[in-house]
């Protein structure tokens, strides 16, 4: 089946330093790939995507890129604010029923 | 994107009562709603999809006669939680898939039950 693995955290971090998530993944066929972010008490929200190979998405700073030749989709901001102290979330859909696969999120604490 | 609203966003009840968590969808009309849980400091399980006039599709393990699904409209997905314990202390999150937006999920701000 599908799965998600991304790195463990806490990740602590200065402001303006910069951030690497990693996020790997296994899926049959030809997934597309999202990254979350979930501030303290609220829901998800989409923070980007790419639905194909070697696509990029970007927001607000972050990026991902799509790369099926290592089943990865890390990601990478160059200069982080203490607001991007969140939890961050890999996932993958692909399965029948559009279902996401999350990863086990990881936690980010940008310190000023 | 796709703007998906929950109420309550916060509850708390005493065992053995039912609760009853709304999540619409206010932009557009979803056929197809899904329902997550979340424990504390943990990853998203998916609890069940949630089809407009059809019966719920439940993940494995979830009780079906604990976690009653409605989806009667196409604004508006329920989940009522039945004679609830405290282990079914939890974060819901509901979920809608954006209009011709293939597989992407938008996410409600979820609701925090907590059973006494």
């Known amino acids: 089946g599908n799965s998600v693995t991304q790195m463990e955290g806490p990740v602590t971090l200065s402001e303006e330093a910069f951030l690497t998530i990693n996020c790997t993944y296994t899926?049959?066929?030809?997934?597309?790939l999202f990254w979350y972010v979930q501030y303290p008490g609220e829901g998800l929200q989409l923070l980007l995507k790419?639905?194909?190979?070697?696509d990029k998405g970007s927001n607000k700073g972050f990026e991902a890129t799509y790369r099926k030749e290592t089943t990865s989709f890390h990601l990478e901001k160059g200069s982080v604010q203490v607001s991007d102290s969140a939890v961050y979330f890999c996932?993958?859909?692909?399965?029948?029923?559009?279902?996401?696969?999350f990863g086990g999120g990881t936690r980010v604490l940008v310190k000023p | 994107g796709a703007v998906v609203s929950q109420h309550p966003s916060r509850v708390i009840c005493k065992s053995g009562t039912s609760v009853k968590i709304e999540c619409r969808s206010l932009?557009?009309?979803?056929?197809?709603m899904f329902w997550y849980r979340q424990f504390p400091k943990k990853s998203l399980m998916l609890m069940a999809t949630?089809?407009?006039?059809?019966?719920?599709?439940?993940e494995q393990g979830v009780e079906k006669d604990k976690f009653l699904i409605n989806h009667a409209s196409l604004t508006l997905s329920t989940l009522t939680v039945t004679s609830a314990h405290p282990e079914d202390s939890s974060f819901y999150i509901c979920?809608?898939?954006?209009?011709?937006?293939?597989?992407?999920?938008?996410f409600g701000p979820g609701t925090r039950l907590t059973v006494l």
């Open positions: 996932a993958l859909s692909g399965a029948a029923g559009n279902k996401l696969t």
């Open positions: 899926a049959t066929g030809y997934p597309s």
């Open positions: 790419a639905t194909k190979a070697d």
């Open positions: 932009d557009f009309q979803a056929t197809t």
């Open positions: 949630s089809n407009e006039g059809s019966k719920a599709t439940y």
């Open positions: 979920s809608n898939m954006g209009a011709g937006e293939g597989d992407t999920q938008y």
